[in-house]
């Protein structure tokens, strides 16, 4: 008779989805050490040092893999490139900046006032006077600093 921790090894029934829910059922309730055992069963090697739910997730998997079988030989080696470019740090792509033609209007709602700014060939005109830029016209409007494309919606907080 089996203990009721071991799970059953398959035999040479076919392994249906149920069976394999089964027995991943009887996964949730071991121990790490019968997790462990398990490991070393399904793959024959030491297992890996890890939380008893990561363990369980690991173990889970085999199981499966060895019902169903792996992963393709193709999803293997895209797997392999990606880890080949790990260490390569990635560059963010440039996020294409706003083009303001002279004569186009920017509209902004603040504290229930609207503020409109017109955008000159050389700068922008707020109420009467000439800026050369946004940030000190969103700093007028607000009275604190403020990035004026991003008070305009121009441009998206960088994460």
């Known amino acids: 008779m089996q ?3 071991r799970i059953s090894r398959k035999q040479s029934v076919p392994v249906h989805a149920a069976i394999i829910h089964e027995r991943i059922e009887v996964l949730q309730s071991l121990d790490v050490i019968a997790l462990r055992e398990e490991w070393y069963r399904l793959k024959g090697s030491a297992p890996p040092r890890l939380s008893r739910d990561l363990l369980l997730r690991a173990v889970a998997y085999e199981l499966q893999v060895e019902a169903f079988g792996g992963l393709s030989a193709q999803a293997h080696r895209k797997l392999s490139r990606s880890d080949e470019r790990a260490g390569e740090a990635l560059e963010a792509p440039e996020r294409p900046k ?5 004569g186009a209007r920017l509209v902004r709602e603040w504290h ?4 409109s700014v ?3 060939q050389n700068g922008f005109l707020f109420e009467g006077q000439n ?3 946004l940030s000190k016209i969103a700093r007028r409007i607000t009275g604190s600093h403020w990035s004026g494309p991003r008070f305009f919606g121009l ?3 960088k994460k």
């Open 3 to 5: 203990s009721p921790t």
């Open 98 to 102: 706003a083009r303001l033609s002279s």
């Open 112 to 115: 229930g006032r609207t503020h």
């Open 118 to 120: 017109e955008v000159l």
């Open 131 to 133: 800026y050369r830029s």
């Open 155 to 157: 441009a998206k907080r």
